[in-house]
């Protein structure tokens, strides 16, 4: 039935007849377009406008609200710390907590990861070629844009904080789902995947890398997080304090 209806649809329009037929001779303006089309370019145009206007807004909110959350979390303190420009430190407390959120990974875990790799140096370079505040190597980001569904262009766009951030998070979730916990990810974190299998698949090797950067990182990772504890519960006795009087 639904054929019939589109191919007497598409007949209609062919033969200038029934209640799908196009008038012969359009009214056009000036510069020689259908009015009624520039009428709609314009209005598309508006909405287009007012879209952006509100993305920008939503955007600002969206900040605000990752900066509320990296406050409390005390994931502004420990970007200060870094002595990063003030700007910048703000861009970054909000990119941790919103990748972090986004792939769901702790964020002190990011921080850990930042201090280990190159401590809160966002052009720092290691000697194979990883890149910015998560080291990412520039074939890896490339993979990760293009698998998020954008374009990385020059290697030296993983010194900008957010874009590091953006995709060394991701690619941090993505080693902790391939390989099953936080200690074997960062094995192929530090070492590569196809590396970490081969070192993971014999004891002694295992053993021997576990104890090295996997550990150093899950040690400032649980120092972190004692921190955090600590301060969230002297908050909440403050509160109750000040509750009561």
Request: charged share 25%; glycine share 8%.
């Given at each position: 039935?639904?054929?019939?209806?589109?191919?007497?649809?598409?007949?209609?329009?062919?033969?200038?007849?029934?209640?799908?037929?196009?008038?012969?001779?359009?009214?056009?303006?000036?510069?020689?377009?259908?009015?009624?089309?520039?009428?709609?370019?314009?209005?598309?145009q508006?909405?287009?406008?007012?879209?952006?206007?509100?993305?920008?807004?939503l955007?600002?909110?969206?900040?605000?609200?990752?900066?509320?959350?990296?406050?409390?979390?005390?994931?502004?303190?420990?970007?200060?710390?870094?002595?990063?420009?003030?700007?910048?430190?703000?861009?970054?407390?909000?990119?941790?907590?919103?990748?972090?959120?986004?792939?769901?990974?702790?964020?002190?875990?990011?921080?850990?990861?930042?201090?280990?790799?190159?401590?809160?140096?966002?052009?720092?370079?290691?000697?194979?070629?990883a890149?910015?505040?998560?080291?990412?190597?520039?074939?890896?980001?490339?993979?990760?844009?293009?698998?998020?569904?954008?374009?990385?262009?020059?290697?030296?766009?993983?010194?900008?904080?957010?874009?590091?951030?953006?995709?060394?998070?991701?690619?941090?979730?993505?080693?902790?789902?391939?390989?099953?916990?936080?200690?074997?990810?960062?094995?192929?974190?530090?070492?590569?995947?196809?590396?970490?299998?081969r070192?993971?698949?014999?004891?002694?090797?295992?053993?021997?890398?576990?104890?090295?950067?996997?550990?150093?990182?899950?040690k400032?990772?649980r120092?972190?997080?004692?921190?955090?504890?600590?301060?969230?519960?002297?908050?909440?006795?403050?509160?109750?304090?000040?509750?009561?009087?």
């Amino acid at each position: 039935m639904r054929g019939w209806t589109m191919a007497l649809a598409a007949a209609a329009m062919m033969t200038g007849t029934g209640a799908f037929a196009f008038p012969q001779h359009l009214p056009a303006d000036s510069q020689g377009e259908v009015s009624e089309v520039a009428m709609l370019r314009a209005q598309l145009q508006q909405r287009e406008a007012e879209l952006r206007s509100a993305l920008a807004k939503l955007q600002v909110y969206e900040d605000e609200a990752h900066y509320a959350e990296a406050e409390r979390l005390g994931v502004v303190e420990l970007v200060r710390a870094s002595g990063l420009p003030e700007r910048q430190q703000r861009r970054l407390s909000v990119s941790i907590v919103r990748e972090a959120q986004r792939n769901n990974v702790d964020p002190l875990l990011v921080v850990a990861v930042i201090r280990c790799e190159s401590s809160f140096n966002n052009y720092a370079v290691s000697h194979v070629g990883a890149m910015g505040l998560m080291q990412v190597m520039p074939d890896t980001g490339t993979w990760l844009a293009d698998r998020a569904g954008w374009r990385l262009g020059r290697s030296s766009n993983l010194f900008d904080v957010e874009t590091n951030i953006e995709l060394g998070t991701a690619y941090l979730a993505d080693l902790i789902e391939r390989f099953g916990s936080v200690e074997k990810a960062l094995v192929a974190y530090n070492a590569g995947p196809g590396l970490a299998k081969r070192i993971l698949a014999k004891k002694e090797s295992r053993t021997k890398f576990m104890s090295g950067y996997p550990a150093k990182v899950v040690k400032e990772f649980r120092k972190l997080k004692a921190q955090q504890e600590r301060e969230l519960t002297l908050r909440d006795q403050q509160k109750t304090v000040g509750g009561q009087g």
